[in-house]
């Protein structure tokens, strides 16, 4: 029973005095009678929250701060009535924490009784209802609130035993939580399973007022658990994957068997390649192919639409474009018999024991990427509306999965692509060596980088194997490797040392780190190695890069002693030569340091791991290519974390019997000497048709030694091997110049007219002087001689 204890009043004249008042109010403020009455009550007003009072009286109704006794302001809600006809007013006011307290009860009652999924009775001490939201269209209860018993409108088969649990709950004081009620109403079945939870209401001295009962439709709340389950698996299994297929599968792990016990994804032909799907409207050649499929039950049924399977066209139906414009729809087997022209593709789509489906479109970003298909053969309840807004709300989150990897797949393609172009062919096969070379994204294809490997002919049957690593990944690593790449190149043309060559390397870095963005600098490293197969040797630098394995012709593996100079931009300091002596047949291998780098770190087991493998698997007889695919499948099932490059060389050498060299004194009567003595190995070689252009190279490259090369000695060298090379070498260190003589000039048409007789020529420094080299065809050209004169 409510309590009106705490409720403080007191008469006040038409002045505003105080007449009377209870001892509710002298309680509250501490005065007595005698000095509260016959005082004007505005006297404990601390401030003027009344509002509309004046002298003459009160009126309205708010909050204020009254004066107690002892000089502390007490919080008080209030509001004035007019007594007629005396025109007296009488206060009434309480404060204003039991006042909240009492709003804030009737609130949250109202809002109890006003909720159409819960269900909730006030009892009072006998049991008997007195408020209640209970219709006919909730539990199938009566909202009647006269003598309202349980046993009387809601005939439950176990009803006795529940308004016995609801008296405990009124006795005890002890809440009852999730009691199952089923039964029958007086409005017929019921359609839900109820569940009942109460509470007992106490008065303010703690005593027994009735009991709050709330009723839950359980399986209405187990619908909503369920969907709420769903959304959270979609919302952590979807959306992890950057391949369409693979996302589509994930959706289809999420519904089934949740939602139904058979579903399948089709996707746009266009989205598996990573493109825009076509805008199509109406029927017709959705151009959809069947990538995802689930069972609940077992494998996929053998006799429905395997993956990989193209939808037939189809007919122009409401549900179609219902399903093209972003909603689901619902099917059964009649309905979707619409769909096709013939009737025998329908076994394709329906299952055995499908009664119900739903059909959603994966819509995503304005664009039908796919659609999403679900049916029920085990489960007996048909889908509802609700199940398809549960479908599309999930197919949503799919798509915008679907499409990012889709998009994903168009630009990682993109960059992949520039990268492959960016790298010379696998394989190649020259005089000095074959090669063979290989690279691994890391990721499993999911990521690109910076890693490159490159074979370089050169002049003289030489060759150059390079493999360098830009540190990053993506496409700003890549565009780097292709300038450093482009860089090498040029440089490798200018015949430069290997030492020499990474120091100006090393300058084009820093001038690219100096015009580009300092947020994202250039750190990468180079090893750069040139092979000679006359002398069989080869010399390299590093620039901080892992040093390279030479596996020998009798199986044994070393890894080269190399003095790696710092990463390319650090500047500043020197690189040094190493030189390896390598016998036909030994096989070298650069790589990158993901070939090497462990989890814990240790690239010295890296290494451990590298030389046992190329002892295992480096035959001689085993092709490179070959035995590069097995190294790098034995990295393991998990994919690389950095991008790894791979090249791999068996040198060959040049027989001896192909190379002829002279060493002459830098005097003019030499030029004969070495003319007589080239045409007479041509002529041992067999060789004579070349000997008369031959004769004219060696003829003017000597003179031109004698001539500027400073004195000493000149050396002339053929070789012969898929070309001839003549190579004349002398102590000076001058670059030679093509020009073209003027007709009244004596001299300058030597370089021009060797430039004519060679395929081609060119010249590189040495320690001490430089080597001037020419090649020709080792089938003769007709040469017009006339064009020289």
Not at 741 to 764: K, P
Request: proline residues 6%; glycine residues 12%.
């Amino acid at each position: 029973m409510f309590s009106f204890d705490g409720i403080a009043t007191a008469v006040l004249d038409e002045h505003g005095v105080v007449l009377r008042c209870s001892q509710a109010a002298l309680d509250l403020l501490g005065w007595t009678a005698e000095e509260f009455c016959g005082s004007p009550f505005r006297g404990v007003i601390v401030d003027d929250g009344l509002g509309g009072a004046d002298d003459s009286g009160l009126a309205g109704q708010g909050r204020a701060r009254l004066r107690h006794r002892t000089g502390i302001p007490v919080d008080v809600t209030f509001q004035v009535l007019s007594l007629q006809p005396s025109g007296e007013s009488l206060v009434l006011f309480t404060p204003s924490r039991a006042a909240n307290e009492w709003e804030q009860g009737a609130g949250v009652l109202r809002a109890l009784l006003a909720q159409d999924h819960i269900g909730v009775r006030l009892y009072d001490g006998n049991l008997i209802v007195v408020r209640s939201n209970l219709g006919p269209d909730l539990f199938g209860g009566s909202s009647s609130s006269s003598d309202s018993r349980l046993t009387a409108k809601l005939t439950l088969r176990d009803a006795e035993i529940d308004e016995a649990a609801l008296r405990d709950v009124l006795e005890t004081g002890v809440p009852l939580v999730g009691r199952d009620l089923s039964g029958l109403s007086t409005q017929g079945p019921l359609r839900q399973r109820v569940s009942l939870s109460a509470f007992r209401v106490e008065g303010a001295e703690g005593d027994p007022g009735g009991v709050v009962a709330l009723y839950v439709d359980a399986l209405a709340l187990q619908r909503a658990r369920r969907e709420l389950d769903l959304l959270h698996r979609a919302a952590t299994r979807i959306g992890g994957s950057l391949d369409p297929r693979h996302a589509a599968q994930d959706l289809l792990d999420v519904l089934v068997p949740a939602l139904g016990d058979l579903g399948c994804v089709e996707l746009a032909e266009a989205v598996c390649n990573g493109d825009e799907p076509p805008r199509i409207h109406g029927g017709g050649d959705l151009h959809l192919r069947r990538a995802a499929v689930a069972s609940g039950a077992g494998p996929w049924p053998a006799e429905l639409l395997q993956l990989g399977g193209a939808i037939p066209p189809l007919l122009d139906t409401d549900e179609l474009m219902d399903v093209q414009r972003g909603h689901a729809a619902i099917f059964d087997p009649e309905s979707v018999a619409t769909l096709f022209s013939d009737p025998t593709q329908l076994r394709l789509f329906v299952p055995d024991g499908g009664h119900s489906a739903m059909w959603a479109p994966l819509y995503a970003r304005g664009l039908v990427l796919g659609t999403v298909a679900v049916w029920r053969t085990e489960q007996t309840e048909p889908f509802d509306e609700e199940d398809a807004n549960l479908l599309t709300e999930i197919g949503s989150r799919a798509a915008l999965s679907v499409d990012n990897a889709r998009r994903y797949m168009r630009e990682h393609g993109s960059v992949l692509a520039l990268q492959q172009r960016l790298l010379p062919p696998p394989t190649s096969d020259t005089p000095a060596a074959e090669t063979a070379g290989l690279y691994l994204p890391a990721g499993g294809g999911a990521g690109i980088s910076g890693d490159w490997y490159d074979v370089i002919p050169l002049p003289s049957f030489r060759v150059a194997f390079v493999v360098g690593d830009v540190a990053g990944h993506g496409l700003y690593a890549t565009a780097t490797m292709g300038r450093l790449r482009t860089a090498v190149r040029t440089l490798a043309d200018l015949e430069l040392d290997p030492d020499e060559l990474l120091t100006r390397l090393d300058d084009g870095v820093q001038q690219l780190i100096g015009e580009g963005d300092t947020a994202s600098p250039v750190v990468a490293t180079c090893l750069y190695a040139v092979y000679n197969p006359v002398v069989r040797r080869c010399i390299l630098a590093s620039a901080g890069h892992p040093p390279p394995v030479v596996v020998r012709p009798d199986g044994t593996v070393t890894v080269v002693d190399v003095s790696p100079g710092p990463p390319l931009g650090v500047g500043g300091m020197p690189f040094e030569t190493t030189i390896v002596d390598l016998e036909p047949g030994s096989v070298l291998a650069l790589y990158t340091d993901g070939l090497v780098e462990r989890d814990d770190g240790d690239i010295d087991g890296g290494m451990r791991w590298l030389t046992e493998r190329f002892a295992a698997s480096c035959g001689s007889d085993r092709p490179l290519d070959t035995t590069g695919r097995a190294l790098l499948a034995d990295l393991g099932d998990a994919p690389p974390r950095d991008d790894v490059a791979l090249l791999l060389a068996r040198t060959r050498a040049i027989p001896a019997d192909d190379t002829a060299s002279w060493e002459f004194v830098a005097d003019p009567s030499v030029v004969a000497t070495a003319r007589r003595a080239a045409a007479q190995q041509l002529a041992e070689w067999g060789l004579d048709e070349l000997s008369f252009t031959t004769e004219l190279i060696v003829s003017e490259l000597v003179t031109n030694g004698v001539r500027y090369g400073g004195g000493g000695t000149v050396g002339v060298r053929l070789i012969r091997g898929t070309v001839l090379v003549c190579e004349v070498t002398d102590s000076s260190g001058t670059q030679p110049r093509l020009r073209r003589a003027r007709w009244t000039d004596e001299g300058g048409r030597g370089l021009f007219l060797v430039a004519q007789l060679a395929t081609r020529w060119g010249s590189r420094y040495r320690m001490h002087g430089k080597t001037v080299w020419a090649e020709q065809s080792l089938v003769p050209a007709d040469v017009d001689f006339m064009a020289f004169m």
